[in-house]
Every structure is written in structure tokens, then in C-alpha cells.
């Protein structure tokens, strides 16, 4: 037999209402905070899905912020890029000035003065940095100013050859910008495959104009044990003989030449103009680079030297365009894998807004509270916590004696 006594109802009854009032209270919590799970407790099994889904939304922040930080560095490049382009696109013009006309001594002075604030515009362009300060051409140095030019017109790269990359999701990265030296420096000279140049001490009007690879097999062969370097004399009747200066000054092609003709041999053609004097030679030269300020540095000397006939500076001045053309063709080629880069950010960052609101909807499901069971369950709670209370209530002031009654 169970023997009830007065202090186990008032413990059994004081043990049932914290009982409802610590259910309330959580209940309570739920519909404050709009969260199902405030502690370990409440559900162990959720609280481990809802830490990972935590951990899943905070790195997928972290790769958004990245590629809005790559996204700022390849566009300023690419606009870099673009004023670059344009600044050559003036260069080239002047340059073909110098072909195609005859200039005046104070001609000559205006455009290498012209030229020479071209140049400076470039150096400051190749020096562009982010917003956080960080030259965009400077490879993974932390320099500010990878580009330095000189007193002789030269310019000295400081940055190194490493591509600075971001981390855009796991295990994948972007460069987030382009390294200067292979940019603006390490620029294959005339054609990209050889250059052809008239010595400067000729005295006829020999003028070599565009040049070509035009028997890729016959050039392979010339140049498998190396770079050529390759001496053209012409005698008084224009009949031409090639030697390779790399072999003793063997003989690797003859011909005779009339103006406006071509000259061909082991694979590549030269095409010429005017009428060589006696004596007068031209070489080709392969495997050579030349930096983009170095081109703009020889039209301004070549401007500036007074000595110069028309010929020397017209052949001057169309090596320099070819060395043009081949870093407008570096940089729009770069420009082109910019613009590849900038979309392939795109796309990753539409990539994880989607699957950031689909973890978002996941984690609400594991851990937010349904406003509509948590308040009917409140309100069932707190009635039940009332009733115990009034029945407590009754029962406390009830004795024997109202029994005998």
C-alpha cells in the first residue's frame, strides 16, 4: 500500500508544473528566436546537419567574396588593357607617318616629342594598381611599381613571372591577373618568327616591307639547331647572296632581286623595295624579343637623330610597326583570355547563389521553427500549466476536516 502524505502530493505537484514550465519556456524560446533547435540538446542529429550546413554557407561566402575581389582586379586589367591598346594604335600611326611621307626636321622633333609622352603614358598604364594598392602587373611581387624606365629610354621589369591566383572553390583557381614580363616585355620581335632589317649604313633606297613563314617545313628544318642569323649582300645588278653567319658564313640561298620584288629562301620570303647600291646587306635574325617601350624608344631615337635619310628612317620605322603589331597581338590575345576569365567568374558566382539558397532553404528546414505548430503547442502548454496550477490550488486548501463536513 502506497501511503499518500501531504508533502509527496505537494512535491509531485510542484515537480509537474516546473515540469510545463520549463516546456513552455522552450517553446516560448522557439517562437522568439524563429529557431527549432537553440542548443545541442534539443535535437543532437539536427544540431550536427545545421553546424555542416553552417560550415558549407560560410565557405561558399567565402569564395563569393573572392571572385568579387578577382572580378574587380580582371576588369580594371582588361580597361588597362583596352587604353593600352589605344595608346599603340597612335604609335603605329605616327609610325607610318614616317614611312609614308617626307618629314620635316621639326616634323621629325613634333612626333618623337609625341611619341615620348606616349611612352610615359604607357609605363603609368603598365604601373596600374587595384584598390587595395597592388600593381596588377607585378606578378606575385608585392612592388608597387614593376615598371621602372630609364634614362636611356629603356625599361627595367622589378615584378616576377608568377601569375597571382584566387581561390574561386575547392581545389580551383583563377589568375587574377597577368604577369608584365611575358606582357609587355618578352614580346617575339618582327614577325614572331624572324625580323629582317636593312644594315643602317646602306646607301641605297633598299627598303625591306613585310615578311612571312611561307614554307612552315623548309623553316622548321632552318631553324632545328637554333635561331638563324643570316647576312644578305647584293652586288651593283641586284643578284643577292645569303650566308648564315651561325656556320662559318656558308651559303643558304642566291637570287637576283628587282625593285619591288622578293627575296625567298629556306621557307620565309622578304618582300623589298628601291634599289640597293653595291655593298649593301640587310640580315634575319630569328628567336629575338623586343619590349614594347624599347619599340617606342627606337622610333624616338631614330626621330631625334638628324643623320638619317629617308630610307633608314622608313626601314627604321616599319620594323617598329611590325613590333607593334606583335604586342597589340599579345595584348588583345590577353584581353581575350581576360574576358574568358570574367565570364567563367560569372558563372561561379550565379553557381553558388544558387546552391547558397538551396543550403539557406536546407538549414531552415533543419532548424527553424513552424510558427504554427510551436504556437498551438504554446498555447497548449500554457493551458495545461494553468489548469495544474488552479488544480493545486484546490487541492492545497482541502483537509480532513472538510471531509467530516
Sequence with gaps: MIRLSTSWMYQQSL???????????????????????NLASDDPAGATQAVSLNHILASTAQYSANIDGANARLSTESSTLSSFNSLLDQARSMALQGINGTLSTADRQDMATQLTQIRAQLVQLVNTTDASGNALFAGTSTTSTPFVLNSDGSASYTGNSDNQMTAIGSGLRIPNSDEGAGLFMNIPAGNGSFVAAAAPGNTGTLLVGATSVTDSGAWKAATAAGPVNYQISFDATGNWTATDANHGNAVVGTGSYQDGGSISFNGM?????????????????????????????????????????????????????????????????????????????????????????????????????????????????????????????KVQGMSLFDYLK
Design 15 to 37: 515537480t509537474t508544473m516546473l515540469d510545463q514550465q520549463g516546456s513552455l519556456a522552450a517553446t516560448q524560446n522557439q517562437v522568439s528566436s524563429g529557431q527549432r533547435i
Design 269 to 393: 620570303t622578304v618582300a623589298l623595295s628601291g634599289t640597293p647600291a653595291a655593298g649593301d646587306t640587310m640580315s634575319v635574325k630569328s628567336g629575338q624579343t623586343q619590349d614594347v617601350f624599347g619599340t617606342l624608344t627606337n622610333m624616338i631615337n631614330a626621330l631625334n637623330d638628324g643623320s638619317q635619310n629617308n630610307t633608314q628612317l622608313s626601314n627604321t620605322m616599319s620594323r617598329q610597326i611590325e613590333s607593334i603589331d606583335r604586342a597589340q597581338d599579345q595584348v588583345s590575345s590577353t584581353q581575350t583570355d581576360v574576358g574568358g576569365r570574367l565570364n567563367r567568374l560569372t558563372q561561379q558566382k550565379s553557381t553558388y547563389s544558387d546552391l547558397t539558397l538551396t543550403y539557406q532553404t536546407t538549414l531552415s528546414g533543419v532548424q527553424d521553427t513552424d510558427m504554427a505548430s510551436a504556437i498551438s503547442q504554446l498555447m497548449l502548454q500554457s493551458t495545461a500549466l494553468q489548469a495544474s496550477q488552479q488544480t493545486f490550488a
